[in-house]
């Protein structure tokens, strides 16, 4: 089975300061990891995955496989980022898993 | 590219009714995929299809549930009858085989 966690549903930070959002993840195989983000009144669409090793709207995320965590972080935080983002773990058999979300807010 | 195509965006029935969704994938796109996201949670796997043979329809409630892909493009999901605990955002997805997953806008259903 795999199974993705996100323990924040709310992240609030000041613009210009760092965030991260949690993800954990539990699959025996090697999982390829995604975080996708959904900006208010738009649909959900792939901010970035693992293989690509990219960094997008200056997100990153390190694959930790020894604490199974996929992280999000960006140094400096800006107000258009404000959105919810999941956390999804593909595995053998290119079933999708979510996370349950977590809604980040920057606050001017 | 008009990216992937869902309607109705909105609809409110009352339990025991019947109601359908339909999705159009990008063109190209062989996979598609039926998700349903409750409030509050990630979207959730109902079916996914490969050109027009379900694959992988092990989290569809078949007893209420049914899709279709005919010609492997367009899909339809339908509820048969609907019941209170249905209410949530029906999500149409479509992936080339190596590619990235799209998503539509969804169909936020509101059972009464």
């Known amino acids: 089975a795999q199974r993705v966690t996100q323990p924040e549903k709310l992240l609030s930070v000041f613009k210009g300061a760092p965030v991260e959002l949690k993800c954990n993840y539990s699959y025996s195989g090697s999982p390829e990891l995604f975080w996708y983000v959904q900006y208010s009144r738009q649909r959900l669409q792939l901010l970035l995955r693992?293989?690509s090793r990219e960094s997008i709207k200056g997100f990153t995320a390190d694959l930790n496989k020894g604490e199974t965590s996929f992280h999000l972080k960006k140094p400096f935080a800006q107000e258009e980022d404000s959105a919810m983002y999941y956390c999804a773990l593909s595995g053998s058999a290119r079933q999708l898993t979510f996370g349950s979300g977590t809604q980040l807010t920057v606050l001017p | 590219e008009a990216g992937v195509v869902q309607s109705p965006r909105y609809k409110i029935i009352e339990k025991k009714q019947p109601v359908a969704f339909w999705c159009n994938p990008i063109s190209g796109h062989n996979t598609l995929y039926w998700y349903r996201q409750n409030l509050g949670q990630g979207p959730e796997l109902l079916i996914r299809?490969?050109?027009?043979?379900?694959?992988?329809d092990s989290q569809l409630p078949k007893d209420r549930f049914s899709a279709e892909r005919l010609k492997g493009v367009d899909s339809t999901l339908k509820i048969q009858p609907a019941e209170l605990g249905d209410s949530a955002v029906y999500l149409c997805?479509?992936?080339?085989?190596?590619?990235?997953?799209?998503f539509g806008p969804g169909t936020r259903l509101t059972v009464t």
């Open positions: 693992h293989i």
């Open positions: 997805a479509s992936s080339s085989y190596s590619g990235g997953r799209y």
């Open positions: 299809y490969e050109n027009e043979e379900a694959v992988d």
